[in-house]
């Protein structure tokens, strides 16, 4: 089992950047991929960033050059720096961790309100 505890979420105003965290309850080393998705009202929940445990990284379209997603193995935390924020971005953020066993887990989610 993996409890993941999302953090770092807010209003923000458009052009401004947040900065959310993913804690897990275990050492995210033995886990395969890690990920934020977001899901706006009315919308279905969509991938944000993917991080392997070997680094690899995948953007989608909306976010790539504005987002950064990262993971700290040591301290079992997984981010994603959020700038250039726009009206669209705003969601409910979720941490996904997938382990090598191919078991899935969800934080929470964090909500992220862009005001324009």
């Known amino acids: 089992q993996v409890q993941l505890v999302e953090s770092g979420g807010g209003l923000v105003q458009a052009g401004g950047s947040l900065r959310l965290s993913c804690t897990a309850s275990?050492?995210?080393?033995?886990?395969?991929?890690m990920g934020w998705y977001r899901q706006a009202p009315g919308k279905q929940r969509e991938l944000v960033a993917i991080?392997?445990?070997?680094?690899?990284?995948n953007y989608a379209d909306s976010v790539k050059g504005r987002f950064t997603i990262s993971r700290d193995n040591g301290k079992n935390v997984l981010y994603l720096e959020a700038n250039s924020l726009t009206p669209e971005d705003t969601a409910v953020y979720y941490c996904?961790?997938?382990?090598?066993?191919?078991?899935?887990?969800w934080g929470q989610g964090t909500q992220v309100t862009v005001s324009s």
């Open positions: 275990r050492r995210i080393f033995s886990i395969d991929t």
């Open positions: 996904n961790a997938k382990t090598f066993t191919s078991d899935e887990y």
């Open positions: 991080i392997t445990s070997f680094g690899r990284i």
